[in-house]
């Protein structure tokens, strides 16, 4: 009868195995112990300790690591296998081989990481030399190199250089622009790390470090979001030495100075803080080195990223660096005074110092004629207005303040509001949020189907919830020139920040009207009237008012006569007080 | 409060704000009262007194280079003096802050929020003013540089747009309620020109202190002009007899006019600005307030004071009861206290400073002589 019973049980009844596997990632030492004892030790214990080991482990491990390379090959080769998880890291390449120097062989052996290193070069430039048997190897002359020789007395003096064999192979085996040599196990990695082939060889505790940097990268192309019409088409790659290079192509001057950083204690993350000598102004560009260069974090991977760690506010939604992806706009701003920095692995280069006037400029400006550059930039301070307002002002007037409205068109407003259902504040947050969603599904979507979706979004759904009657016509209306007016902005950072803060000034519009929107406006004001880049006010040059700067209107090229006054830069001047020479005949220079 | 050394124009824009708030709200209804439809000539005569005052303070404040009022009470009469003439100031910043957000608060609530009570609309005011204070004196005084820039446009625009109905004979007769209302009584409304008040702290707060001259003159002068534009077109749009209304004339007369026919009520646009140009006002009083409280006390950082001033300025706020309190209030204790603390206490201060400085130099004079 119990049988029948327990049967019956376990048929209907489902009992959970409490076997089920469960995983939680350990957090101390005890927990990992605790996972180690209950899922028995694992094949690859040495290396997730690595990971999972207090920073104390760590650092007590790094402390007792030998630091220098030692004379023995077999012993390095050990130790850089370990490094290197050689047994599962499956691009780690080592190749050891026989070299032949001055007739007499040594075992050796090259490291590097497949895939950022160049192998034809490692073919023909590396291996070659250093294995074939030529001549150059296999002579064997003397064995030490008189340097200079004097008799005196009938006793000759001879200086001699004794044979070195790092020299020899250095100055002739390596037919190479860039090898350094190495004796320190960190420096040993750090090149192996950023693409170069390292040379153990036996009996000597010296390393050759030698680039053969040979990355798939992208090409030189277009910037994608910063295009103009006049102006270069370069845009900046991910890779550091490119984008130096183009920024050098734009200002030939011995004068601009690129100094190398890393960042992150795990990543060592180039960086390039680049700046004029001469024009930058000192403080700025250490205040800068000492930002960049006093991060605490273990890796570092884009532009993004450094400039939420190095700006003076990261409370503040607002840019405070101009990040671009242009060399000639980071050369404009080098020329300025100003200091760029550039990530490797990211085609954005920053800016510092960043004002407001920065983010309603676009590159294009100093391509067109001062009025043009000028109509460009109202319209874009009027896109910025728009964008942060429009939404809370019309919530705000068919809330509160209906007077402002002409009759005819409130008849109008009144009647079009007349079979939506909903009030007026989840209308526009529904037509807001809709709108946001169409441009965020634009943008994640693939290429080919991102502009349907954008279509189908603004024409199709638009049009649908005006049928419905769950919006009103004028509210497309608003939201679409809303929506272009924050496409109309140049910063993304900036356009950004418009849309978060357009969503508070609908609800104060809604809650208060114009008082409401006066706070919002106030406390807005207030921020950014506080708030500094790298030392600059973020307003200038109107607040404080400073002379000697462009402010919202460009003047014409040839008034454009000094620099920034706020960058304090060394070189006020940019250009002469006449500036076109050759109007006044009696100074023009015929260039003979 | 960290002192924020200001430049010329945030000098000019601190001073000025305080003329034009009273301007846009109450100032322009006490000059009709006084004389009529000859209130512009009125403007006009109180602009001259304060210019001439200007010129005696500028003239006062030559020997005390980088002082402000309590400096120089203190070389006057030490401590005990420097402390009266404080807490007098803090009182009046507190009178005139608390009665202009009454004002505009009552406004707002009549025009817009007649179903939310006073005190609540007060309490927005003041919530903002207490932020800013709490970011800091330096932030206050750049955004009143924005805010001023705009109002001072706000007010140009409404000059031209109210042109178009200008009335040439609501200036007469020319003499308005006579001579004697004019230049005697209406003397009195030299209070308009309460921005006095600033210039007196405003001496060490400046980064070049050979600028206060210059900043002096510019601020009175914009200062003036817009009083005697903002008079006159009141005049010229419609009769001087604006008090049956209990709103702000200049609202009034914005709500006149039309921009073409599709703006034809734009108060609310006007509104707007003079919302931003009150928050700022009060942010401005409570600094000031803070600064003197500082300076007197000695405290190293007064900004904690701002809580107890906002408060100060809150019930103070709400103390009128009816309208008739609170027009007494407004046109009879600011304006004689204005007139008392600002055109003779402190000027009076200044000239036993004068005094004092030029006895202390002939006795050094003396001795050396008596040395040789």
Same mark, same amino acid.
């Given at each position: 009868?119990?049988?029948? =019973?327990?049967?019956?049980?376990?048929?209907?009844?489902?009992?959970?195995?409490?076997?089920?596997?469960?995983?939680?990632?350990?957090?101390?030492?005890?927990? =990992?112990?605790?996972?180690?004892?209950?899922?028995?030790?694992?094949?690859?214990?040495?290396?997730?300790?690595?990971? /999972?080991?207090?920073?104390?482990?760590?650092?007590?491990?790094?402390?007792?690591?030998? /630091?220098?390379?030692?004379?023995?090959?077999?012993?390095?080769?050990?130790?850089?296998?370990?490094?290197?998880?050689?047994?599962?890291?499956?691009?780690?390449?080592?190749?050891?081989?026989?070299?032949?120097?001055? *007739?007499?062989?040594?075992?050796?052996?090259?490291?590097?990481? @497949?895939?950022?290193?160049?192998?034809?070069?490692?073919?023909?430039?590396? +291996?070659?030399?250093?294995?074939?048997?030529?001549?150059?190897?296999?002579?064997?002359?003397? %064995?030490?190199?008189?340097?200079?020789?004097?008799? /005196?007395?009938?006793?000759?003096?001879?200086?001699?250089?004794?044979?070195?064999?790092?020299?020899?192979?250095?100055?002739?085996?390596?037919?190479?622009?860039?090898?350094?040599?190495?004796? =320190?196990?960190?420096?040993? !990695?750090? $090149?192996?790390?950023?693409?170069? !082939?390292?040379?153990?060889?036996?009996?000597?505790?010296?390393?050759?470090?030698?680039?053969?940097? $040979?990355?798939?990268?992208?090409?030189?192309?277009?910037?994608?979001?910063?295009?103009?019409?006049?102006?270069?088409?370069?845009?900046?790659?991910?890779?550091?030495?490119?984008?130096?290079?183009?920024?050098?192509?734009?200002?030939?001057?011995?004068?601009?100075?690129?100094?190398?950083?890393?960042?992150?204690?795990?990543?060592?993350?180039?960086?390039?803080?680049?700046?004029?000598?001469?024009?930058?102004?000192?403080?700025?560009?250490?205040?800068?080195?000492?930002?960049?260069?006093?991060?605490?974090? &273990?890796?570092?991977?884009?532009?993004?990223?450094?400039?939420?760690?190095?700006?003076?506010?990261?409370?503040?939604?607002?840019? %405070?660096?101009?990040?671009?992806?242009?060399?000639?706009?980071?050369?404009?701003? +080098?020329?300025?005074?100003?200091?760029?920095?550039?990530?490797?692995?990211?085609?954005?280069?920053?800016?510092?110092?960043?004002?407001?006037?920065?983010?309603?400029?676009?590159?294009?400006?100093?391509?067109?004629?001062?009025?043009?550059?000028?109509?460009?930039?109202?319209?874009?301070?009027?896109?910025?207005?728009?964008?942060?307002?429009?939404?809370?002002?019309?919530?705000?007037?068919?809330?509160?303040?209906?007077?402002?409205?002409?009759?005819?068109?409130?008849?109008?407003?009144?009647?079009?509001?007349?079979?939506?259902?909903?009030?007026?504040?989840?209308?526009?947050?529904?037509?807001?949020?809709?709108?946001?969603?169409?441009?965020?599904?634009?943008?994640?979507?693939?290429?080919?189907?991102?502009?349907?979706? #954008?279509?189908?979004?603004?024409?199709?759904?638009?049009?649908?919830?005006? &049928?419905?009657?769950?919006?009103?016509?004028?509210?497309?209306?608003?939201?679409?020139?809303?929506? +272009?007016?924050?496409?109309?902005?140049? &910063?993304?950072?900036?356009?950004?920040?418009?849309?978060?803060?357009?969503?508070?000034?609908?609800?104060?519009?809604?809650?208060?009207?114009?008082?409401?929107?006066?706070?919002?406006?106030?406390?807005?004001?207030?921020?950014? !009237?506080?708030?500094?880049?790298?030392?600059?006010?973020?307003?200038?040059?109107?607040?404080?008012?400073?002379?000697?700067?462009?402010?919202?209107?460009?003047?014409?090229?040839?008034?454009?006569?000094?620099?920034? @006054?706020?960058?304090?830069?060394?070189?006020?001047?940019?250009?002469?007080?006449?500036?076109?020479?050759?109007?006044?005949?009696?100074?023009? @220079?015929?260039?003979? | 409060?960290?002192?924020?050394?200001?430049?010329?124009?945030?000098?000019?824009?601190?001073?000025?704000?305080?003329?034009?708030?009273? +301007?846009?709200? *109450?100032?322009?209804?006490?000059?009709?009262?006084?004389?009529?439809?000859?209130?512009?000539?009125?403007?006009?005569?109180?602009?001259?007194?304060?210019?001439?005052?200007?010129?005696?303070?500028?003239?006062?404040?030559?020997?005390?280079?980088?002082?402000?009022?309590?400096?120089?009470?203190?070389?006057? $009469?030490?401590?005990?003096?420097?402390?009266?003439?404080?807490?007098?100031?803090?009182?009046?910043?507190?009178?005139?802050?608390?009665?202009?957000?009454?004002?505009?608060?009552?406004?707002?609530?009549?025009?817009?929020?007649?179903?939310?009570?006073?005190?609540?609309?007060?309490?927005?005011?003041?919530?903002?003013?207490?932020?800013?204070?709490?970011? $800091?004196?330096?932030?206050?005084?750049?955004?009143?540089?924005?805010?001023?820039?705009?109002?001072?446009?706000?007010?140009?625009?409404?000059?031209?747009?109210?042109?178009?109905?200008?009335?040439?004979?609501?200036?007469?007769?020319?003499? #308005?309620?006579?001579?004697?209302?004019?230049?005697?009584?209406?003397?009195?409304?030299?209070?308009?020109?309460?921005?006095?008040?600033?210039?007196?702290?405003?001496?060490?707060?400046?980064?070049?202190?050979?600028?206060?001259?210059?900043?002096?003159?510019?601020?009175?002068?914009?200062?003036?002009?817009?009083?005697?534009?903002?008079?006159?077109?009141?005049?010229?749009?419609?009769?001087?007899?604006?008090?049956?209304?209990?709103?702000?004339?200049?609202?009034?007369?914005?709500?006149?006019?039309?921009?073409?026919?599709?703006?034809?009520?734009?108060?609310?646009?006007?509104?707007?600005?003079?919302?931003?140009?009150?928050?700022?006002?009060?942010?401005?009083?409570?600094?000031?307030? !803070?600064?003197?409280? %500082?300076?007197?006390?000695?405290?190293?950082?007064?900004?904690?004071?701002?809580?107890?001033?906002?408060?100060?300025?809150?019930?103070?706020?709400?103390?009128?009861?009816?309208?008739?309190?609170?027009?007494?209030?407004?046109?009879?204790?600011?304006?004689?206290?204005?007139?008392?603390?600002?055109?003779?206490?402190?000027?009076?201060?200044?000239?036993?400073?004068?005094?004092?400085?030029?006895?202390?130099?002939?006795?050094?004079?003396?001795?050396?002589?008596?040395?040789?």
């Amino acid at each position: 009868m119990e049988a029948l =019973k327990n049967f019956f049980k376990n048929f209907f009844n489902y009992e959970n195995d409490d076997k089920l596997y469960h995983f939680e990632i350990p957090e101390t030492q005890e927990e =990992k112990d605790a996972f180690d004892n209950s899922n028995g030790s694992s094949g690859n214990n040495s290396n997730s300790s690595n990971l /999972t080991g207090s920073q104390d482990q760590q650092d007590s491990k790094t402390k007792s690591e030998p /630091t220098n390379v030692f004379p023995s090959l077999n012993i390095n080769l050990e130790f850089m296998k370990a490094k290197y998880n050689t047994s599962i890291n499956s691009d780690i390449v080592i190749r050891e081989f026989t070299l032949t120097a001055r *007739n007499k062989q040594f075992s050796a052996f090259l490291m590097y990481i @497949d895939g950022m290193v160049d192998s034809k070069m490692i073919n023909d430039f590396v +291996l070659q030399p250093l294995m074939l048997k030529n001549r150059a190897n296999l002579f064997d002359g003397e %064995q030490s190199k008189v340097v200079s020789e004097a008799v /005196t007395n009938n006793i000759t003096v001879r200086k001699v250089k004794r044979f070195d064999l790092v020299d020899y192979i250095f100055n002739s085996l390596m037919p190479q622009n860039s090898v350094e040599k190495v004796n =320190k196990f960190e420096e040993v !990695c750090i $090149g192996i790390n950023a693409g170069n !082939c390292v040379l153990f060889i036996d009996t000597i505790p010296t390393v050759f470090n030698i680039e053969v940097k $040979g990355f798939k990268q992208r090409s030189v192309e277009k910037p994608e979001n910063e295009m103009v019409i006049r102006g270069s088409q370069e845009g900046f790659t991910e890779v550091i030495r490119t984008n130096t290079s183009l920024i050098r192509k734009c200002i030939n001057n011995e004068n601009l100075i690129i100094e190398s950083t890393n960042v992150g204690k795990l990543s060592r993350t180039p960086c390039a803080i680049c700046y004029i000598n001469g024009i930058a102004n000192d403080a700025l560009v250490n205040e800068v080195k000492n930002r960049v260069n006093n991060l605490d974090i &273990d890796y570092l991977t884009s532009s993004g990223q450094l400039e939420q760690l190095i700006e003076d506010n990261g409370n503040i939604s607002l840019p %405070q660096l101009i990040a671009t992806e242009r060399p000639d706009k980071a050369s404009n701003f +080098l020329m300025e005074g100003r200091v760029v920095i550039i990530v490797n692995g990211s085609p954005y280069s920053l800016v510092a110092p960043a004002t407001f006037m920065d983010f309603i400029t676009s590159p294009e400006d100093t391509n067109l004629k001062y009025q043009f550059a000028n109509m460009l930039k109202i319209l874009r301070v009027l896109a910025v207005f728009i964008a942060l307002l429009l939404p809370g002002f019309y919530i705000a007037i068919t809330s509160f303040h209906q007077e402002l409205i002409p009759t005819e068109l409130l008849f109008s407003i009144v009647a079009s509001r007349e079979s939506v259902p909903f009030p007026i504040l989840f209308e526009i947050l529904m037509m807001e949020i809709s709108f946001e969603l169409i441009r965020e599904a634009g943008l994640r979507a693939p290429s080919t189907i991102g502009p349907t979706v #954008g279509i189908i979004g603004a024409i199709i759904i638009g049009q649908a919830a005006v &049928d419905a009657n769950l919006v009103s016509p004028l509210l497309i209306i608003i939201i679409a020139i809303t929506g +272009l007016a924050s496409f109309a902005i140049t &910063d993304f950072s900036f356009s950004f920040y418009c849309r978060l803060l357009r969503f508070v000034y609908i609800l104060l519009g809604y809650f208060m009207g114009f008082l409401g929107i006066c706070i919002g406006l106030f406390v807005q004001l207030l921020i950014i !009237c506080n708030l500094k880049s790298f030392g600059a006010p973020y307003l200038q040059p109107y607040v404080p008012v400073t002379t000697n700067y462009r402010g919202l209107l460009f003047s014409p090229a040839w008034k454009r006569e000094n620099r920034a @006054d706020f960058l304090n830069v060394k070189r006020q001047k940019r250009q002469g007080k006449i500036s076109m020479k050759w109007k006044n005949s009696n100074n023009v @220079d015929n260039g003979g | 409060m960290d002192l924020y050394k200001v430049g010329k124009i945030e000098a000019i824009a601190l001073v000025v704000i305080v003329m034009l708030n009273h +301007l846009v709200l *109450n100032l322009p209804k006490i000059f009709f009262n006084t004389a009529g439809c000859a209130a512009w000539i009125n403007a006009i005569f109180v602009f001259a007194i304060a210019l001439i005052f200007l010129f005696i303070i500028l003239k006062l404040f030559k020997n005390f280079n980088g002082m402000d009022i309590l400096d120089v009470s203190y070389f006057v $009469g030490g401590n005990t003096l420097k402390n009266i003439i404080g807490f007098l100031f803090i009182a009046f910043f507190m009178l005139i802050a608390s009665a202009l957000l009454r004002d505009f608060s009552r406004s707002l609530n009549i025009i817009y929020f007649r179903n939310i009570p006073i005190y609540l609309v007060i309490i927005v005011f003041l919530l903002v003013a207490l932020l800013a204070n709490r970011i $800091g004196s330096n932030v206050i005084i750049k955004t009143t540089t924005i805010i001023t820039t705009i109002v001072l446009i706000n007010l140009g625009v409404t000059f031209f747009l109210t042109a178009p109905q200008f009335e040439f004979n609501n200036i007469f007769p020319i003499l #308005g309620k006579g001579a004697k209302e004019i230049f005697l009584s209406g003397s009195t409304n030299i209070f308009a020109f309460s921005g006095f008040c600033v210039l007196y702290f405003i001496m060490p707060m400046l980064k070049s202190s050979k600028e206060f001259n210059k900043i002096a003159i510019w601020s009175i002068v914009i200062s003036g002009i817009y009083l005697v534009f903002c008079i006159l077109s009141l005049l010229l749009s419609f009769s001087y007899v604006v008090d049956a209304y209990d709103l702000s004339p200049m609202y009034l007369i914005i709500r006149t006019t039309q921009f073409g026919k599709f703006l034809q009520r734009p108060e609310s646009l006007f509104m707007f600005f003079w919302i931003l140009s009150l928050m700022s006002y009060v942010s401005i009083c409570i600094m000031f307030s !803070c600064n003197i409280f %500082q300076k007197i006390t000695n405290t190293r950082k007064s900004q904690v004071m701002a809580y107890f001033f906002t408060s100060l300025l809150y019930f103070g706020a709400l103390i009128p009861r009816n309208i008739s309190q609170f027009k007494f209030i407004e046109d009879v204790i600011y304006k004689y206290f204005s007139i008392i603390l600002i055109f003779f206490i402190s000027m009076g201060i200044l000239i036993l400073a004068n005094l004092k400085y030029h006895r202390k130099n002939m006795k050094l004079e003396g001795r050396k002589l008596n040395e040789k």
